[in-house]
């Protein structure tokens, strides 16, 4: 493999972020979070994923301290995230015993996803939370076969996962 140093990798109009934006391996979160997913009934899975919805929203606000300048677009993926949760939690309540089975697994399951962002720079943090709001509108996808009755909703849910991905995959090319 060729070795470039920075000024003919700028020669060449390529940044240090954009090859980091490129070479960052991206996880398969519904893999890496199924020992978390699989320890509560199909019943609370929505309220589990609205929590994990949640921890996305803190990261969010962590990247907008991150990057000043990109505060506000930042601050609009976390309020799309909580709003995501709210709406979850508002079509599929939790009963009391899968709320609390949730909030014992969730902390795993938490550590699991900060895991994956442990020693990366915020840019590489970024682009796999892009990939990873893909796979959340997926997941919502995933969940019409058991919810019908929902489609709609779980519709416009990806919708937003995907408002989100697309603000990160629009920002980061240019940091």
Avoid at 4 to 27: C, F, K, N, Q, V
Avoid at 84 to 113: G, Q, W
Avoid at 134 to 156: C, F, K, S, V
Wanted: a negative charge; hydrophobic letters at 45%.
């Amino acid at each position: 493999m060729p070795v470039y140093d920075m000024a003919s990798l700028a020669y060449h109009g390529i940044s240090l972020t954009r090859i980091e934006y490129a070479m960052t391996d991206i996880p398969n979160f519904g893999e890496l979070l199924a020992p978390h997913l699989s320890a509560v009934p199909p019943e609370a899975f929505p309220f589990l994923l609205s929590q994990l919805e949640r921890t996305a929203a803190a990261r969010y606000r962590g990247w907008a301290e991150d990057v000043p300048d990109h505060r506000d677009g930042l601050m609009a993926c976390a309020a799309r995230e909580d709003d995501i949760a709210d709406r979850v939690e508002a079509l599929f309540p939790p009963s009391p015993e899968h709320r609390a089975l949730v909030m014992a697994t969730i902390p795993a399951a938490k550590a699991t996803y900060y895991e994956v962002f442990e020693g990366l720079t915020p840019i590489e943090q970024m682009t796999i939370q892009a990939n990873a709001e893909r796979q959340g509108a997926n997941a919502w996808q995933n969940l019409i076969d058991a919810y019908p009755e929902h489609t709609d909703a779980l519709n416009a849910l990806s919708a937003t996962e995907v408002e989100s991905a697309d603000y990160l995959d629009q920002l980061l090319p240019t940091l």
